[in-house]
Antibody, heavy 115, light 114 residues
Framework: EVQLVESGGGLVQPGGSLKLSCAASGFTFSGSAMHWVRQASGKGLEWVGRIRTKVNKYATGYAASVNGRFTISRDDSKNTVFLEMNSLKSEDTAVYYC??????WGQGTLVTVSS | DIVMTQSPDSLAVSLGERATINCKSSQSVLDSSNNKNYLAWYQQKAGQPPKLLIYWASTRESGVPDRFSGSGSGTDFTLTISSLQAEDVAVYYCQQYYSSLSITFGQGTRLQIK
């Protein structure tokens, strides 16, 4: 059974930083691109970015709204993907989900950016 | 970016009746090299993450009831629930993954019981 468990969310001040983790199991993690998607309260789904596999040189791509502020990385030895978020803004407040390339989703972790 | 537009925004259907949700993309999501439409459908119930229902526009995910079906190609797609059950109350989203550097979702369609 595929399991994706996000962690690391919390309350952070505008301009601050936070690093999210997503621990994966139940599939071949090293062979799967991994994505982050976010959802503000009562709103729709917004793709944040993705990291590809080692064969694809761990290539990353980001939504325009986070490009230059967010960084996705992965540790295949620990079956974990990370989302490092810098220069956070109030509009980054959302539940952050990780997904694999077969579009299985974790339960999400809430990030609140507020003073 | 490919813009995904769903219709209607909300829908109320009687139990046992058919529910139809449409999704239109601003450009084709059909890859002619493999004849696959890079289009997925999700169901999201209150307080839960999205659940994959359909991928490649018409392939049902394992475990999804066969009352859910997807159709369409190119830019126009449909999710059909053949006989609405109470547990189908949710928000439904379409998603294109054709553009791997800019994946986009529809705005969502809220499905309720009439």
């Amino acid at each position: 059974e595929v399991q994706l468990v996000e962690s690391g969310g919390g309350l952070v001040q505008p301009g601050g930083s936070l690093k999210l983790s997503c621990a994966a199991s139940g599939f071949t993690f090293s062979g799967s691109a991994m994505h982050w998607v976010r959802q503000a309260s009562g709103k729709g789904l917004e793709w944040v970015g993705r990291i590809r596999t080692k064969v694809n040189k761990y290539a990353t791509g980001y939504a325009a709204s986070v490009n230059g502020r967010f960084t996705i990385s992965r540790d295949d030895s620990k079956n974990t993907v990370f989302l490092e978020m810098n220069s956070l803004k109030s509009e980054d407040t959302a539940v952050y989900y990780c997904t694999n390339s077969n579009w299985h989703w974790g339960q999400g972790t809430l990030v609140t950016v507020s003073s | 970016d490919i813009v995904m537009t769903q219709s209607p925004d909300s829908l109320a259907v009687s139990l046992g009746e058919r529910a139809t949700i449409n999704c239109k993309s601003s450009q084709s999501v059909l890859d002619s090299s493999n004849n696959k439409n890079y289009l997925a459908w999700y169901q999201q119930k209150a307080g839960q993450p999205p659940k994959l229902l359909i991928y490649w526009a018409s392939t049902r995910e394992s475990g999804v009831p066969d009352r859910f079906s997807g159709s369409g190609s190119g830019t126009d797609f449909t999710l059909t629930i053949s006989s609405l059950q109470a547990e189908d109350v949710a928000v439904y989203y379409c998603q294109q993954y054709y553009s791997s550097l800019s994946i986009t979702f529809g705005q969502g369609t809220r499905l309720q019981i009439k």
